[in-house]
Each structure stands twice: as C-alpha cells, then as structure tokens.
C-alpha cells in the first residue's frame, strides 16, 4: 500500500534492464529503416485497473524514457486514481503496474496482467490518498498560477498542474492553434490549492486528436493564462 500524503512528495518505481538487452542487436535486414529503427531501448509505465484490465494511463519514464526509473510525485499518482476510476471522489484503489520496453520495432512487456483473476500478473499497488488535501501538509498557494504540462512534448498522457490562492470557480480547457476548443479538462469550483489534471490527447468526443501544438487555457475568477503544448505521435 502507498499512502499518499503531499501533492509534492516523490516517489520512484525502479526496474531492471534484460542483459542483453535487443536479441537482434547484430542483425542486418535489409527492409529495416536504421535512421527510424535503433537498438536504443525507450521505456512507458503503465498503471491499470486490476479489476477490469480494461482502463489504464501511461507515462515515459525518466529522462523522457531512456532510464529504468519513473519518478512521480504524490499529486500525480492522486490523478491515476482519479483517471483509471474515473471518478474524483475515490479515496483508494487498486492497480497493477508493468513496463513496456521498445526499440521501436519490438516491444517487450515486463509481466502486464491478463484476464486470469487467480493471475492478475504486474505488480500491485493500493493507492491510498486520504491524507493528501491534509491542510498541515500542503501550503496554500499566493498567487493564481498555471504551470508548464509535463512531459512536453508528450504521447499519449501530459500533466497540467495549476494553483488557487482562493476558493475560485475554474475552467481549464485544450484549445488548437485556431482558438476551437479541443477538450475541457476542469469546469467546477475549487477551494484554495494546487492541483493536477491529466490530458490524454482526446477531445471532448473521446477521439484522438492529431500530432501538433495545443493551448491550455485556465480562466479562474478574473485570472487567466496560457501555455503550449506539444503532442509528438
């Protein structure tokens, strides 16, 4: 069980890297494109619902991918309970995590779950986040802010975070570059804090929204601001 206490607070999910690591390290076929295709080995974590196996969020792990580590903070992980359940007010929930590990021509799992319920496989967690809105443990914010998406750029998931000094009714919303809306992330009042939001480049459809940069716009009480983001497909 991790029991999630400040939006702030890190943790780390470590792996081991297979020796060796791509089997076809010295391979030579013809059809495969060496300027697309490397033996360079990029690495997502995946947490998924251990009931239905069916929701899950995915995230590269640290120095965009290349490392065998996933560091997080206790806000973030707070969100992934949120996404997979999608519902806000659930305090706890159980997920499995694994690793995909690609070259960008072959992907390996490291032990994903599988519809067996007496082998779920992963490695489960129990996310626990009833301490988190805990007033000794987060300072209120002093001034409104909407902070930078990360990963940017990103695929398939980004994190935004943003900060209310106040109780303020909020919207946050995706935008492209022509100013339509793409996607609305956040329309409700919030009591004063830090928050994060996870944007899965969907729309409001639930579609896919095509590689390219994005506007996410916050607009709380007379504050407003603006950044960029970036989708890499």
Do not use: C
Not at 29 to 41: E, G
Not at 102 to 114: A, C, H, I, M, V
Not at 175 to 189: C, I, M
């Amino acid at each position: 069980m991790l029991k999630l206490t400040a939006a702030a607070a890190q943790e780390q999910f470590k792996w081991v890297k297979p020796v060796p690591q791509d089997p076809y390290t010295d391979i030579q076929i013809s059809r495969f494109d060496r300027r697309k295709y490397t033996d360079d080995v990029h690495y997502n974590i995946v947490f998924v619902d251990s009931i239905s196996l069916t929701r899950a969020v995915k995230f590269e792990s640290d120095n965009t991918g290349k490392l065998e580590t996933y560091t997080t903070n206790h806000g973030q992980l707070a969100n992934v309970i949120e996404t997979i359940s999608g519902q806000k007010t659930i305090l706890a929930y159980n997920v499995v995590w694994f690793v995909e590990a690609t070259d960008g021509l072959y992907t390996t799992l490291s032990t994903p779950p599988n519809a067996d319920p007496s082998n779920r496989g992963g490695y489960h967690l129990y996310l626990k986040k009833d301490g988190i809105v805990d007033a000794g443990t987060i300072s209120t914010p002093k001034a409104f802010e909407l902070g930078q998406n990360y990963p940017n750029p990103f695929n398939p998931t980004t994190t935004i975070s943003y900060s209310l000094p106040k109780s303020t009714p909020v919207t946050l919303m995706v935008f492209d570059l022509l100013g339509s809306p793409v996607k609305s992330l956040v329309r409700e009042t919030k009591e004063a804090g830090t928050y994060q939001v996870t944007w899965d480049a969907t729309n409001d459809l639930g579609q896919q929204v095509p590689s390219g940069n994005y506007i996410i716009k916050i607009m709380a009480g007379d504050f407003t601001q603006t950044r960029k983001m970036t989708l890499l497909k």
